[in-house]
């Protein structure tokens, strides 16, 4: 089976590292991999405002001509040697679905690949990327009342973004749909959320879309396992669903991270 890993992020993000193009694409050859795709953390929607401190969830706009120009010329340069694919990490926010409806149209026909990912939650007017830092999570149950209530919040988006229309170029694959547990040997959920993962997982066969199965959880100190884990991996396989491998990785040494502990 060709190795493949459809989550790499790059120079462009602008909380990861400076590791150049090429860097993680030589290590990727080395690692033996036969295609990769760079998903680079697409802009915020026009009109949201990031809440993480430095406000650098998603890269700059400006930039994007630049960044699938460079991935334009890394396909030439390494075409005999493995697929390169242009693709973006693309954030659902709810209730920006129009914007991000306009964005895809207007850059979708310059991906071959791309995610679609929940990272941040609206309580009220209150918005928190979950995934940012134990200390967000922390202070995300003092007004949720507990986490289970920001499992619900969180599975219930997962499911909105699923259904929501977002044009003929949204993306086919739902990136690490069990992210809310990053932070699980701190802050543990009282139960599996069996239920609500079903669904997530009816209406993706029913959509025909793949799931991220990403190693990053793997390497992260209080999570220990992949996104999504082992059992929802063979529930969604059942349905037909296709996994595909992510590393996730923010820097070349992080290519390949969580696969030996993986079924891939």
Not at 98 to 113: A, C, I, N, Q, V
Not at 227 to 243: C, F, Q, S
Request: charged share 25%; net charge negative; with cysteine.
């Amino acid at each position: 089976m060709p190795k493949i890993d459809g989550h790499v992020h790059s120079p462009f993000c602008p909380h990861g590292s400076r590791d150049s193009f090429e860097l993680y694409v030589e290590r990727a050859m080395a690692l033996g991999y036969s295609a990769i795709t760079f998903t680079e953390h697409a802009p915020l929607p026009e009109g949201f405002v990031d809440t993480t401190p430095d406000r650098d969830s998603g890269m700059d706009a400006a930039l994007l001509s630049d960044y699938f120009r460079t991935i334009d010329i890394l396909k030439e340069k390494y075409e005999e040697k493995i697929t390169i694919r242009s693709g973006l990490e693309v954030d659902y926010i709810e209730g920006f679905e129009k914007e991000t409806k306009k964005f895809l149209t207007t850059y979708g026909p310059r991906m071959d690949d791309s995610i679609l990912s929940v990272h941040f939650l609206k309580y009220g007017d209150q918005w928190d990327c979950l995934d940012f830092s134990p200390d967000t999570f922390r202070s995300m149950i003092g007004y949720y009342g507990s986490v289970d209530e920001i499992y619900k919040r969180y599975y219930e988006t997962v499911l909105k973004s699923i259904q929501a229309d977002l044009g003929p170029y949204k993306p086919k694959r739902i990136g690490h749909m069990t992210l809310v547990k990053k932070f699980q040997q701190l802050y543990p959920a009282s139960h599996a959320f069996s239920e609500d993962i079903s669904s997530i997982l009816q209406e993706v066969a029913s959509r025909d879309l793949e799931l991220d199965y990403n190693g990053a959880g793997f390497v992260k100190p209080h999570c220990g396992e992949s996104y999504p884990p082992l059992d929802i991996v063979k529930e969604a396989r059942a349905l037909g669903i296709k996994t595909v491998y992510g590393s996730d990785a923010h820097t070349a040494k992080g290519l390949d991270q969580g696969r030996t502990l993986m079924d891939i």
